[in-house]
């Protein structure tokens, strides 16, 4: 067309023209910049589909920042997290690989490959300067994540009023590098906002009002803090020039179902999760938005990354229908250039990590959900929003899709889930209350005590029953759960002695301190160096000097460990995803010791010291 003008006009008229038609294309979607575009990928713990909502009856608080993504990005309604492992996840964006092609399945203590060539790298090669900031476990160093990045920054000092590094601490650290580091420079970087798994942490508003200790709250924390970045990156005018990914890892584990675990729970309640991509563009006078309904996995985000970094993907990638997809199309228009039937894969290799079964599997095709378990079951989720009436097996087209579903997963390596015992999800959902406070209220102890009577020879619950009974001082209840026979003759000895009963204490070498003409100092025997602490410090017979350094001594070693312990309690309401050093289980033999009758001076200044730390 503009040969056919060109032909026919004065050459001032056409000069004139195409000077016109260029200007005219500045006022497109799209900005062509000098500078190529930096990239912001912020991950959220627990950020559902349904935890932002973007309709017209939406109340955003002032400053909001969820508002200003509803107002300025594409927004995914149907985006699927690949596996609710958090780690997993992330190492999908990493390398635009599906959790069974990379490797990482859980949190725990899996690491990608050193071959891999990760986003960050691919960016660091490109010139672009490459960050991440991490708020609290599982993203850490051994993960391998930490490739490419010149800054990894997960350096977090926990402590009881501590135990993560918050949203707007987070937001402030990237903005204080970027400014500092990536002013005059591209950059990729990430920020992971683990806030809303810590639904117990209070928090306060801008105004240091104290808010209620919720799921709600967290989100709020959230939004605000996206309302300062988005503010001050307007103002340091990077923020027209950013592509800003809005990625929720997962949903939100109080919306599970009864009769699911939430770290195995691949209905959409937990596998449907926000996203939003604010694209780099020119400033406009007017917001503007889009949204798609199509069905998009996170790892497509991988895809797109790469592609926004200038980078190849790695060789070697599936060219199935499950093979992600580059959003970049839709980023500049509403209209997907994938295939709406393609299949989005979800994972969970929770209960594999922790010794109770398999991978489960779920695959997403068009309209249809499909669980690869023992007991397998077909939605269709058009006519079953829910997603509670699996369809009949005996009809013809859900039989032949379940087949070729069941199929398609068995050639990529799954196989059919066996579902972890009935007691190990009552046990995941009654300790998520009952770890929640170090004073359970009546109805969860009255809920636990029925769980344990049904059970009576599980270990984990026996524990438990002797974490309650020694906190609440019940030497009746601690008694009994020591067993008769007894199988754990030290809490028979602690509750014997409170009861005012006479009898031996355990033959144990850490414990000979505890007979009446024992020898006071422990032996050498005993590997057990908090005990042998606590033994001089309570041994009068000693030094000053000798049991001053021996009550130093100890009380190091039992802080940390009380520290500890809320990190596995945490942990245990979480939903035991964290991969901590201690788990809940059996009470500890020092807090024991102190609650023995003899110990009372000692355990005065020890609960003096911990209430002291905690208040630091």
């Known amino acids: 067309m503009f040969e056919f003008l060109r032909g026919r006009l004065p050459s001032a008229v056409w000069l004139l023209s195409m000077a016109v038609f260029a200007l005219g294309g500045l006022g497109s979607c799209t900005w062509k910049s000098n500078v190529q575009p930096s990239v912001l990928v912020i991950l959220v713990e627990n950020l559902g589909f349904n935890a932002v909502s973007c309709g017209e009856s939406a109340d955003f608080e002032p400053g909001s920042g969820f508002q200003v993504f509803c107002e300025e990005s594409v927004r995914f309604t149907h985006a699927y997290t690949p596996s609710l492992m958090s780690q997993a996840t992330i190492a999908s964006i990493m390398t635009a ?34 960050s991440f900031y991490s708020g609290v476990p599982p993203v850490f160093r051994r993960s391998g994540i930490n490739q490419g990045f010149e800054v990894f920054d997960d350096s977090i000092s926990v402590n009881y009023k501590r135990l993560y590094r918050p949203a707007d601490e987070i937001v402030s650290l990237f903005l204080n590098w970027q400014e500092n580091e990536a002013s005059k420079r591209r950059f990729l970087s990430f920020l992971y906002l683990p806030d809303a798994q810590l639904i117990d942490v209070p928090t ?46 997962n949903g939100n584990p109080e919306d599970s179902r009864p009769s699911e675990m939430p770290a195995m729970d691949l209905f959409s309640d ?6 939003m991509v604010k694209p780099a563009r020119k400033k406009r006078e007017t917001p503007f938005n889009w949204k798609i309904d199509a069905n998009v996995s996170l790892v497509d985000i991988g895809v797109t990354l790469y592609e926004l970094v200038g980078a190849k993907l790695p060789m070697g990638r599936s060219q199935r229908a499950v093979a992600p997809v580059s959003l970049r199309s839709v980023m500049t228009g509403p209209q997907p250039d994938w295939p709406e039937d393609r299949e989005i894969l979800s994972e969970s290799a929770w209960s594999s990590w922790r010794g109770l079964g398999g991978v489960r599997a779920a695959l997403r095709k068009g309209p249809f959900l499909y669980f690869f378990d023992e007991h397998d079951r077909l939605f269709n989720t058009l006519t079953d929003n829910f997603e509670v009436m699996p369809l009949p097996r005996k009809e013809d087209l859900p039989a032949s899709t379940r087949a070729a579903m069941a199929r398609f997963l068995e050639e990529i390596g799954f196989s059919a889930w066996q579902p972890v015992s009935r007691l190990e999800v009552e046990k995941a959902a009654l300790g998520r209350e009952l770890w929640r406070s170090r004073n359970p209220d009546a109805e969860t102890l009255a809920a636990f005590r029925q769980l344990q009577k049904r059970n009576p020879e599980d270990l984990e619950l026996r524990g438990w029953r002797a974490l309650i009974a020694l906190r609440q001082g019940d030497w009746k209840d ?75 001594s100890f009380m190091r070693f039992y802080l940390v460990q009380a520290l500890e312990t809320r990190v596995a309690e945490y942990n245990q309401v979480a939903g035991r995803i964290w991969d901590t050093p201690l788990k809940v289980e059996n009470p500890e033999e020092d807090e024991l010791i102190l609650a023995l009758p003899e110990m009372k001076k000692v355990r005065a200044i020890v609960r003096a010291r911990l209430t002291a730390d905690r208040s630091r």
């Not at 599906?98 to 891999?116: C, D, F, I, K, M």
């Not at 209620?212 to 990077?238: F, H, M, N, T, W």
């Not at 937990?270 to 996203?275: A, D, F, N, Q």
């Open 270 to 275: 937990r596998t449907r999760t926000t996203l």
């Open 204 to 249: 306060t508003n801008q105004l240091g009002e104290l808010r209620p200790s919720s799921y709600e709250s967290q989100i709020d924390v959230i939004d605000e803090a996206l309302g300062d970045l988005a503010k001050e990156l307007k103002r340091r005018k990077v923020w027209e020039n950013t592509d800003i990914f809005l990625v929720g890892l």
């Open 478 to 552: 601690l008694k009994a759960a020591a067993g008769q026979p007894i199988t754990q003759p030290l809490w028979a000895f602690v509750a014997a002695k409170n009861l005012g009963e006479k009898i031996a204490p355990p033959n144990d070498p850490c414990l000979a301190f505890l007979k009446p003409d024992g020898d006071r100092r422990v032996s050498k025997e005993c590997a057990h160096g908090g005990i042998r602490d606590l033994a001089d410090w309570a041994n009068e017979s000693l030094p000053e000097d000798e049991r001053n350094r021996a009550m130093e």
């Open 97 to 130: 690989r599906s959790p069974h092609e990379h490797g990482v399945r859980h949190n725990g203590a899996q690491a990608l490959a050193a071959r891999e060539l990760t986003l960050a790298e691919a960016a660091l090669l490109n010139g672009f300067r490459t």
